[in-house]
Every structure is written in C-alpha cells, then in structure tokens.
C-alpha cells in the first residue's frame, strides 16, 4: 500500500517552488497504478485525513460494503433532474420532438402522482398502487410503464437495477374504449354534399385515414399532386407514431384538393386552415345529412369513424391485411383488422351465398350425378371402328404387331444393326414407324 500527501514543486526562475494546496499519492493494491489526486488544502492534517477518507471509501466499494460514488451521487439527485438529463439525451439522438415532449410529460405525471422524488422511492409496488387506482386504458397505462422504465433503463450505470423490471404490462384484448362506426359511401357523399368548403376535409380523411391532428399540420409543401401516384406527405413530426409515411390519394381526393390549391399557393400555409370544424359543427353536418351520431347499436359516427371507414373500405376493396395496415400506419394487424374495420359493413351475407353456391356443387359432383341416372353410362351409342391393316414393328428379323408386342413372352435375340436391343428400345424410331 502507498500513502502519501505531497506539495507539487515546480521551477520558478532556477529554483523549486512548492505548490500552495496539497495532493495525495495511493495505491490499494500492488496490481494497481498509483493514483495521485488533488485534496484541496493547504493544511497538511486536512490533507492526510481526506486521503485516508478517500482510501477507505475505495476500500468498502472494493468489498461491496458501500454503493459506487456514482451510485451514491445518483441517489442524491432528484428525479426530477434525472428526467430532465434524460430528456436532453433523446434529443441529442435526434428524437422527434413531439416524442420528447410527451415522454417529459409522463414522467413527470407518474413521479407526482406517486410522489417519487428521489430513485430510492421508486418501487414496483408503488407503481402497481398507483396503476390500480387509474380509470386510463390499458393501453395508456402501459404507455407509463414503458416510458418510466426507459428512464430507469439509462439509469442503470449509475443506480444498479431497474426497479420496474419485474413489473408485467397488462394483457388487453384490443378493443376501443368508444365503438365507432364507419361511414357508408352513400353517407360520406351526402355529407360532404351539404358541408359546403368543409367537405374537402372529410373527403381526404376518408380516402386517406389521416387523424383530425395529422391534418390541421398538413401543409402545401406536403401536397404532391402531380406524378402517377399522388401523394400526401406525412411528416414524422406531425404523425402519431412519430414515422416519415407517403399516403396515396385517390382520384376524387385530388381533383378536391386542386380546386382547394387555387385559392392558396403558399408552400408552407395549411391546407386546412379554417375548415376543420369544431364539434358542435361536425354534429350540426351529421344531422343535417341525416346521419346519426349516435346509433342503435350505441357506436358512434364522430370525426375518427373517417379512419375507421378508410380501414373498412380497403377491406371491402379486397385489399391484403398486410397493406392494409401499412396504409393505415399501424404497428398491429390486430388493431387492423379488429378495430378499424367496420364488421357491420362486410358481405357477410354474401359469404354465405357464396357458402351455399360452393355446398350445391360438390353435391352435384360428377360421381353423384352417375349415382342417380337410371340407365347408367352403358346406354351411349355403339360407336363403329373401321378396320384397317395392321401395323407391323421389326425387331431383328421379326415383324410384330403393337397389339402383340405385350405379350411377347421373350425378346428375339440381338442382331447386327437392330433397331432395337433387348429390353431397350429406340422410341423414336418406333414413333415414326407407327405414324408415317
């Protein structure tokens, strides 16, 4: 072991010149370098007695009889710094901003909720406390879960385990917490009919399933309506789930949205600016197209149900599930397939019919239809053949007959130049003695 605590000299005009403050020399163990720090002090006593602090520090992490400085200094510091370091990070990573600021905002909800204000008041039970006493979706409080456990997870280096870990989501079938309806053709002609500047907005939600949120930021620049395959651009930072996506447009759409470009040119204005309607208008435009918001089967017609109805009619189209759910920007070809697809709207009366078509045939199979003709199959006309004279095949010497070349019990034997050996034959030159 080295100890020792030293001034620093150093020459000034020729001659050596100790320092003002005191460092400190050590080694723990004859494996290790030496370590010189400084201590901070012009006080000799001070000097040695930090030293030794600091040794015996080393010494019980060494033999775990104490957490690491870092794990200790980390304990120290509130949550609410460690998020907000957090946040820093997945910015500098390049995260998309609206990403950052809705994680910020769950963090900061759950540790006020639970008032965690240090890590060590971050337990599992605490979290499932909490979780308990929540009327969110399961969807949403799963959304915590992950979030907090990401900031836990970059903790890790410095305050050990993640204490949510353990912690299981909760196993939710995916079902809407309102059910919607889709919207059938002849509905979404009649009410963009009588909503005036306002029915653009419906046509493009319903051809495009974009959310009320992703079109209120959608703008000129990203309108391409020119090409083979217009488009509209769906920017990472407007989408929900934060993803660059292309969504094409139907003919109908972009003839509605030309005639809507010529009242603004303006790259980066809004396309729909002014024409989203609030709720009370939307409601006024079902009513007056005389649709209702609300059905008989307690499912709803609102501004989301033009997702739906995307989804629906894709279905409908016969379009694969697996495109389906990658126009409708979804990670899960069960919120697909379950949730944005309208079941009321599918043929299923004609499946069956279709069913019933398939079940007829194979009862009027080909086998079944002999079975119940009285005469049989032996009432057919005798149909005259033509005698001919026979065809004659040489093997060796020989002539024989096609007839009679089955039953030949033993092949001639083999001579000169035959045209066939025995058991081989040469087919082709059969072929052209049958049919010239």
């Known amino acids: 072991m080295i ?14 010149v100790a320092g003002r403050l005191y460092r400190g020399r050590y080694r723990l163990d004859p494996r290790d370098k030496i370590k010189d720090i400084a201590l901070h002090t012009n006080i000799k006593e001070v000097a040695e007695k930090r030293l ?76 499932r406390v909490w979780r308990s006493r929540q009327t ?19 903790l890790e280096p410095r305050i050990g385990s993640n204490p949510l870990g ?31 500047r306002r029915g653009v907005v419906y046509r493009i939600a319903a051809r495009t399933g974009l959310r009320r949120g ?15 395959q217009p488009f509209i651009t769906v920017r990472s930072s407007i989408a929900k789930n934060h993803k660059h996506a292309r969504q094409p447009l139907t003919p109908d759409a972009v003839d509605a949205l030309r005639e809507l470009r010529l009242l603004n040119t303006d790259p980066k204005s809004r396309v729909f600016a002014g024409l989203i309607p609030r709720m009370n208008q939307f409601r006024a435009d079902l009513e007056a197209a005389g649709i209702l918001y609300i059905d008989a089967n307690g499912e709803y017609a609102d501004f989301h149900s033009f997702r739906k109805t995307f989804g629906t009619m894709l279905t409908l189209a016969e379009v694969g599930q697996r495109t389906v759910m990658e126009l409708m920007r979804h990670s899960d ?12 709207m599918l043929p299923i009366s004609g499946a069956i019919a279709l069913l019933s078509a398939f079940a007829a045939k194979a009862r009027d199979s080909q086998i079944d239809s002999q079975k119940i ?13 033509k005698a001919a004279d026979p065809i004659l095949l040489t093997a060796g010497d020989e002539a024989v007959s096609p007839s009679e070349s089955a039953s030949v019990p033993q092949s001639p034997e083999m001579a000169d130049g035959a045209r066939c050996r025995v058991r081989t034959c040469d087919f082709l030159r059969v072929k052209q003695a049958l049919y010239h």
Not at 168 to 196: D, F, H, M, W
Not at 337 to 342: F, G, I, L, S, V
Not at 373 to 385: C, K
């Open 214 to 228: 992703e079109l209120e930021k959608i703008e000129w620049r990203d309108v391409t309506l020119d090409g083979q």
């Open 166 to 196: 353990f912690v299981e989501k909760i196993q939710s079938a995916v079902e809407p917490t309102r059910k919607r309806r889709g919207y059938s053709e002849n509905e979404l002609e009649k009410l963009i009919a009588i909503s005036g």
């Open 52 to 127: 030794t602090d600091i040794m015996r520090e080393e010494q019980q992490e060494r033999e775990g009889l104490i957490l690491p400085k870092r794990n200790r200094e980390a304990a120290k510091q509130s949550l609410t710094e460690h998020i907000e370091e957090y946040i820093a990070d997945r910015r500098s990573l390049g995260r998309d901003e609206k990403y950052v600021q809705e994680l910020r905002r769950k963090l900061l909800r759950l540790i006020t909720d639970c008032s965690w204000q240090f890590v060590r008041h971050v337990t599992a039970e605490s979290f």
């Open 333 to 344: 070809m069960r919120l697909t397939a379950k949730t944005y697809t309208d079941a009321n």
């Open 3 to 16: 100890k020792k605590v030293y001034k620093p000299s150093r020459l000034k005009n020729g001659e050596s």
């Open 373 to 385: 003709v009285s005469e049989g199959p032996t009432v057919s006309a005798t149909v005259p053949l």
């Open 136 to 154: 969110k979706t399961p969807k949403t409080l799963n959304e915590y879960l992950v979030a907090f456990s990401g900031l836990m997870k970059w």
